[in-house]
């Protein structure tokens, strides 16, 4: 099996059980959807965990995690979580087929709303559509670049902000959307997955944020769970992120190991002829508000929010309590392979470094 066969949940485990790793499952969401995890390497300590996925169209960082898995070769135990969202890999319109069985594969934008406001519409203003279908909600509008971001993160936080009634209707469900780019192997942003996003008691964020609370679903409450007991060292998270140049995120109260194993992930990105990303860059897309809780803490390398913010909402955030923890963004503007290398390149240079620096220790 090649990496690009690898399109649904179940491609994973079974690319998993052929790289002949230890298995296991963390959690299971809906349809019965395994969250897998593999163990790779040795079993010396402290523990290294790999997790991607939780933007299901971040398909380069799933990729990369896939292939560490068989070629990570290390005495230090490698736990990898290479799709943190099942349902949102599988895609938009293969979930919304399972929810309704005999609907057409959803194309477009036209596909989707015909369907969505053939269920239980619970919005719409005549081009943003929330529906239930069957057991689970899904959500749409009109195509553009960075869908998948502007629904989750701004759109549907301000109309649920706004409208209390819906929030309540709300709560508790996770909601489907479109990804956020189409990629080059010929997949649409309906046929593989968006940030999902799940409402809480009143929190409405996608399933990279609620490690800080009690109300997150199981994608977010089985991973914590997992790294509450085997305490990681290190920790890598697998984004991608804008324009076509690597960058990556660190906690603004994180240690000095962090910073220096940040620069050498960005070295050996820029080695392999990666470009790196510059704030000037990436501001115009962060947008003012974003930007303004943004430190740089050298070239390519960010800060998570300023001092003083949460710092477990996020997973790295959460994971910096145990040791270094990072995350990539690699632009998704660029081709899928060429992400993919450097995301493998800098993983396996900050684990080669930790690694080292725990011999000596």
């Known amino acids: 099996m090649e990496l690009r066969d690898v399109q649904t949940n179940e491609g994973i485990g079974d690319w998993l059980r ?8 963390l959690g299971v969401t809906e349809f ?9 390497g040795g079993d010396k300590l402290p523990a290294i965990v790999i997790t991607a996925g939780s933007h299901a169209d971040e398909v380069a960082g799933i990729y990369a995690a896939l292939d560490l898995v068989k070629s990570l070769d ?11 969202d099942p349902l949102g890999w599988n895609g938009f319109s293969a979930t919304l087929q399972r929810a309704l069985p005999g609907s057409d594969p959803v194309r477009n934008y036209d596909d989707a709303v015909e369907i969505l406001r053939s269920g239980e519409v619970l919005y719409d203003d005549g081009s943003f559509v929330i529906a239930r279908i069957g057991r689970l909600c899904f959500a749409t509008e009109p195509e553009q670049k960075w869908a998948s971001t502007a629904i989750t993160r701004h759109k549907l936080p301000a109309l649920l902000r706004e409208n209390a009634d819906l929030a309540n209707e709300l709560r508790n469900e996770r909601i489907l959307v479109p990804g956020n780019i189409e990629v080059e192997d010929g997949r649409t942003s309906y046929s593989y997955g968006g940030h999902t996003a799940y409402i809480g008691n009143g ?15 199981i994608e977010v409450t089985a991973l914590r769970e997992f790294v509450d007991r085997i305490k990681p060292g290190l920790s890598l998270d697998l984004h991608e992120g804008f324009s076509s140049n690597f960058y990556l995120f660190t906690h603004a109260a994180s240690s000095a190991e962090t910073l220096t194993l940040a620069e050498t992930m960005i070295d050996a ?15 115009p897309v962060w947008g003012p508000k974003t930007s303004a809780g943004i430190i740089s803490q050298g070239q390519g390398i960010f800060t998570m929010g300023p001092p003083g913010s949460d710092p477990h909402a996020s997973f790295s955030g959460y994971c910096d309590q145990f040791g270094v923890s990072l995350t990539t963004e690699s632009g998704m503007e660029a081709d899928v392979d060429t992400r993919v290398k450097q995301i493998q390149a800098g993983s396996k240079a900050v684990i080669d470094a930790f690694v080292a620096q725990h011999r000596e220790g």
């Open 269 to 283: 990105v820029r080695q392999i002829g990666g470009t790196i990303a510059t704030r000037d860059q990436l501001e």
């Open 32 to 40: 019965n959807e395994p969250i897998w995890v593999a163990k790779c």
């Open 18 to 25: 052929a790289a002949k790793a230890e298995v296991g499952v």
């Open 74 to 84: 290390s005495d230090h135990a490698v736990y990898v979580v290479p799709c943190r």
């Open 203 to 217: 929190y409405f964020a996608q399933l990279n944020r609620f490690f800080d609370r009690d109300d997150g679903p």
